[in-house]
């Protein structure tokens, strides 16, 4: 069974970054899609960005394209996402989900595996 485990999120005023971190356990990303997404309060789950499997393939929600980054660490079993010039907007719980697929979409419904999700709260 893949579980995964999110971490770093927190507090940050605006213009600050954090770095996110998924933790996979019975995974290898060489066949499995990861993908970012978040849940601000009252509103849908919207996708942010994701990585295929083997890593070919990058997408970006265009509210967060130049700011954010998607990356992995093979050898930790690990996805991240790279948070810069943080907005108040990008309040959010944060959700890893992973997919034994190869294509790199942001559609919820496309992912098997959801972590528990992460709380990044920006504001001064």
């Known amino acids: 069974q893949l579980q995964l485990v999110e971490s770093g999120g927190g507090l940050v005023q605006p213009g600050g970054s954090l770095r996110l971190s998924c933790a996979a356990s019975?995974?290898?990303?060489?066949?499995?899609?990861v993908g970012w997404f978040r849940q601000a309060p009252g509103k849908e789950r919207e996708g942010v960005s994701c990585?295929?499997?083997?890593?070919?393939?990058?997408n970006y929600a265009d509210s967060v394209k130049g700011r954010f980054t998607i990356s992995t660490d093979n050898a930790k079993n690990t996805v991240y996402l790279q948070m810069n010039s943080l907005k108040p907007e990008d309040t959010a719980v944060y959700y890893c989900?992973?997919?034994?697929?190869?294509?790199?979409?942001?559609?919820?419904?496309?992912?098997?595996?959801w972590g528990q999700g992460t709380q990044v709260t920006v504001s001064s």
């Open positions: 990585i295929s499997s083997g890593g070919g393939t990058i």
């Open positions: 989900a992973a997919a034994r697929r190869n294509l790199c979409v942001m559609s919820s419904s496309s992912y098997e595996y």
């Open positions: 019975g995974f290898t990303s060489d066949y499995y899609r």
